[in-house]
């Protein structure tokens, strides 16, 4: 097998891992390009090319991360991972793990970590990699990845998603979700959300956003039942989707372009968490972006018009 054919096989691991670590599409992908460039350009064939490109991709999203830390800190309102429609490896002996790992709830834990914990942790916890690798890819000793392990297990386990064991049941909740919010059924939604549940947005200053978390059952019902059919009457369409492993929904514009995506926690058989990503960076990997600023000014028109 040449050295494309090991790369392409590998690629999907590679940008698995180089997502976990940045929560970012477009630098995940950039990351693995950048390990395919280095083992390109490597004179000799390494031993084993999956250490040589997982310890590669690795360490370049590290470097990435660390860079990315300043930026996230003067980001406008709350910052999201950019959205994944499809994680491209599948391993079924840790499907349970990969799946979790790829939540908004589980990357937006990961950002408590430093670079090199986050690292560790997803190598070892999502991966399953032994800490003799971990070790030589992140340049320490076995027992300190150990140790970064152990405080990256501390600050994650407080805020550990709990997401609706099952799929099928997940999947039946999200649906009846969507039917109450295209028909702006208060109750309808009010029946399905947490009552402590928070609507969130993530405009990063590029797009209209809420100026605030909206909490609360009855508040986020309201808003949502008055907000989405004013949408449908000026022809959005709502698209349901797996979001990052979740249950969510693209909406579109009239020409097919994405306006923003709905991300779902759903715990213990309600909905607790609704994400919306509007930054039209985050959204460039799924499409062709719509217009924000003129679908919102449209939105309004549609509500002032409504009976």
């Known amino acids: ?63 990435v991360l660390r860079s990315a830390r300043v930026r996230r800190e003067e980001y406008v309102g709350p910052w999201f991972p950019e959205p994944l429609l499809d994680d491209p490896y599948e391993d079924p002996e840790r499907a349970a793990e990969l799946a979790d790992s790829v939540s908004m709830a589980a990357l937006l834990l990961l950002e408590r970590l430093s670079p090199l914990e986050r690292s560790v942790f997803v190598l070892r916890e999502v991966f399953g990699f032994g800490f003799d690798e971990i070790a030589s890819t992140v340049g320490r000793t076995e027992q300190a990845c150990r140790q970064l392990l152990v405080r990256a297990r501390r600050h994650m386990q407080d805020g550990r998603p709990r997401f609706e064991a099952d799929r099928a049941e997940r999947q039946e909740l999200a649906a009846r979700f969507f039917d109450a919010l295209k028909g702006g059924d208060v109750d309808g939604l009010r029946n399905v959300l947490a009552a402590d549940v928070q609507l969130v947005g993530d405009g990063g200053g590029k797009a209209p956003q809420l100026a605030r978390a909206i909490a609360g059952a009855d508040k986020v019902a309201r808003l949502l039942a008055a907000l989405f059919p004013a949408m449908l009457r000026i022809d959005l369409t709502l698209e349901p989707h797996q979001v990052n492993g979740q249950p969510g929904a693209i909406v579109r514009d009239r020409d097919g372009k994405v306006l923003h995506t709905l991300a779902l926690d759903i715990v213990d058989g309600r909905v607790l968490t609704i ?8 959204l460039a990997h799924l ?16 509500l002032r018009e409504q009976p």
């Open 1 to 63: 097998m040449g050295k494309v054919e090991e790369f392409q096989e590998l690629r999907p691991l590679l940008f698995s891992i180089a997502y976990r670590i940045l929560g970012s599409v477009s630098e995940a992908e950039d990351a693995v390009q950048e390990a395919w460039l280095r083992y390109d350009a490597s004179p000799t064939t390494p031993a084993s090319p999956k250490a040589f490109l997982s310890t590669t991709v690795t360490r370049i999203a590290i470097d």
């Open 275 to 282: 994400r919306s990503i509007v930054n039209p960076d985050k």
């Open 287 to 302: 499409g062709p972006v719509a217009d924000a600023w003129a679908i919102n000014d449209q939105v309004r028109a549609a």
